[in-house]
């Protein structure tokens, strides 16, 4: 005889609950962190391992715990019970979007991740365009510092222009000090790799351009490479524009390279590393050129402001209609990257040249 288990009651949670899988993660701990600083919210913390799970419970009181493998499709449904919004934060995310996403849709919930992974990004939007906008929910990828930010920079810098010539988006770190989960994913994602030319996805050369770049800032002048991301997804889903160009200055390239490089280790009390950076996007259409840029520190604590204001935003209905869609296709990103704390990022909007 077959036992079943009954579909558990929501939780009755006295704030929009975001549902945050893979809660035990580095960049998890970030959002968790916002979305506590924040207040307003219930927490739904997902995982496959209690006891870790526990462990970030105790530190977010309030918060609910629950277990779940994201393979088993009856699991997931009764682990986002009651949430109004899920973020996903378990990479590699070309396994478990679909995974979350699927769950997502059959509780008509929205989804947002943390993906850095180009072509994760680029299969959800090719997968989930249609079914997202049928089912009357947003689906997010990439709302995070590779794919989010860009994009949005993209969308304040280009103003009123809904197409362009050419777009760049050139990134500036220090440092870069990997986690185990991003050099995860990039050996599970080795290969998967495209630029954006021609109005299309092409396989990048096999040795990259190099260039100068002059950033603002502390940066100053960079020797910079072509370097596939995100962004290039994202800001092709809604300017028209041929080229998207994504630049990186060599020194985080280096410390990816290097498998001694260590992981990042926090030095303030939010938990961030103190690797600094920023990202400047130029805009060019006929003899005109846009520029907005952003600077902050910790690539991975700043997305957790990112992601939550974009949860928030939807939850409070400060967002465009539903489907699989670009955050600056979603949001007033002037507005979006103004709203943001000084303290996690520095927004210089554009001035048309």
Same mark, same amino acid.
């Given at each position: 005889?077959?036992?079943?288990? %009954?579909?558990?009651?929501?939780?009755?949670?006295l704030f929009p609950t975001v549902a945050v899988i893979g809660a035990?993660?580095?960049?998890?701990?970030?959002?968790?962190?916002?979305?506590?600083?924040?207040?307003?919210?219930?927490?739904?913390?997902v995982g496959r391992d209690p006891i870790r799970l526990d462990a970030?419970?105790?530190?977010?009181?309030?918060?609910?715990?629950?277990?779940?493998?994201?393979?088993?499709?009856?699991?997931?449904?009764?682990?986002?019970?009651?949430?109004?919004?899920?973020?996903?934060?378990?990479?590699?995310?070309?396994?478990?979007?679909?995974?979350?996403?699927?769950?997502?849709?059959?509780?008509?919930?929205?989804?947002?991740?943390?993906?850095?992974?180009?072509?994760?990004?680029?299969?959800?939007?090719?997968?989930?365009?249609?079914?997202?906008?049928?089912?009357?929910?947003?689906?997010?990828?990439?709302?995070?510092?590779?794919?989010?930010?860009?994009?949005?920079?993209?969308?304040?810098?280009?103003?009123?222009?809904?197409?362009?010539?050419?777009?760049?988006?050139?990134?500036?770190?220090?440092?870069?000090?990997?986690?185990?989960?991003?050099?995860?994913?990039?050996?599970?994602?080795?290969?998967?790799?495209?630029?954006?030319?021609?109005?299309?996805?092409?396989?990048?050369?096999?040795?990259?351009?190099?260039?100068?770049?002059?950033?603002?800032?502390?940066?100053?002048?960079?020797?910079?490479?072509?370097?596939?991301?995100?962004?290039?997804?994202?800001?092709?889903?809604?300017?028209?524009?041929?080229?998207?160009?994504?630049?990186?200055?060599?020194?985080?390239?280096?410390?990816?390279?290097?498998?001694?490089?260590? %992981?990042?280790?926090?030095?303030?009390?939010?938990?961030?590393?103190?690797?600094?950076?920023?990202?400047?996007?130029?805009?060019?259409?006929?003899?005109?050129?846009?520029?907005?840029?952003?600077?902050?520190?910790?690539?991975?604590?700043?997305?957790?402001?990112?992601?939550?204001e974009a949860a928030t935003r939807i939850l409070d209905g400060r967002?465009?209609?539903?489907?699989?869609?670009?955050?600056?296709?979603?949001?007033?990103?002037?507005?979006?990257?103004?709203?943001?704390?000084?303290?996690?990022?520095?927004?210089?909007?554009?001035?048309?040249?």
């Amino acid at each position: 005889m077959s036992t079943q288990h %009954p579909t558990p009651t929501p939780t009755p949670f006295l704030f929009p609950t975001v549902a945050v899988i893979g809660a035990y993660g580095h960049t998890a701990a970030f959002v968790l962190g916002e979305l506590s600083r924040r207040g307003g919210f219930g927490l739904l913390l997902v995982g496959r391992d209690p006891i870790r799970l526990d462990a970030v419970a105790r530190a977010h009181p309030g918060a609910e715990a629950r277990v779940a493998d994201l393979a088993d499709p009856a699991a997931l449904d009764r682990a986002l019970a009651g949430a109004a919004v899920v973020v996903n934060c378990a990479g590699p995310f070309a396994a478990t979007a679909p995974l979350v996403i699927d769950a997502a849709l059959r509780a008509g919930i929205p989804y947002l991740d943390v993906a850095a992974e180009q072509s994760a990004v680029l299969a959800t939007f090719e997968r989930y365009a249609d079914r997202a906008r049928e089912a009357g929910v947003a689906v997010v990828p990439a709302m995070a510092f590779y794919g989010g930010l860009g994009d949005l920079l993209v969308g304040a810098a280009k103003g009123d222009w809904e197409e362009a010539d050419e777009i760049t988006i050139a990134i500036a770190l220090d440092s870069w000090l990997p986690t185990e989960g991003t050099r995860r994913t990039g050996r599970s994602n080795a290969g998967g790799h495209a630029v954006y030319k021609g109005g299309r996805f092409v396989p990048p050369a096999a040795e990259p351009a190099s260039f100068v770049w002059e950033f603002p800032g502390a940066f100053g002048e960079q020797k910079v490479v072509e370097y596939t991301t995100a962004d290039q997804v994202t800001v092709s889903r809604h300017v028209r524009v041929p080229d998207i160009r994504v630049l990186i200055n060599e020194t985080p390239l280096r410390d990816l390279r290097d498998p001694g490089t260590p %992981p990042p280790t926090a030095v303030d009390a939010h938990g961030r590393s103190a690797q600094t950076f920023v990202v400047d996007v130029v805009v060019r259409r006929g003899g005109e050129e846009r520029r907005a840029s952003a600077s902050g520190q910790d690539i991975y604590a700043v997305t957790a402001p990112l992601v939550v204001e974009a949860a928030t935003r939807i939850l409070d209905g400060r967002a465009t209609g539903p489907g699989a869609l670009a955050p600056a296709s979603l949001f007033d990103a002037t507005d979006f990257l103004h709203a943001l704390d000084p303290a996690h990022l520095t927004f210089r909007p554009h001035v048309p040249s």
